[in-house]
């Protein structure tokens, strides 16, 4: 077995372990729930990473606030789904109010009435 020629200092053997501290964590504020959290990676708390949820967290919970959680989402998607359709409606108003102008200005150019 190999044996060293001649003795370390101990100040040789601390600069080569200058290097072996341990390192604070950096950490970053999710952006849901504002808990910290390593930088690039989906929260483990609310589930969410760049504002998509990505963990289900719902499965970890009891059934009956599995159930609340569940309600509140379809009513959120309906409410969107709402919104939605209000918009179409409005689009299509206008795109009628269109033609009629259309429709209107052809039989003043024509001389129809």
Known sequence: MPHPKKKLTKAA???RRSHHALKAINLAKCENCGKPIKPH???LICGQYKKREVID???K???KEQLKIAKKKTKEENKGL???QKEAEKLKKTESKKEDRKEGMKSVVRGDK
Do not use: D, F, M, Y
């Open 61 to 63: 919970l009891p059934k």
């Open 13 to 15: 053997k601390n600069q």
């Open 57 to 59: 967290i719902t499965k």
């Open 41 to 43: 990676r989906a929260c």
């Open 82 to 84: 709402k919104k939605v």
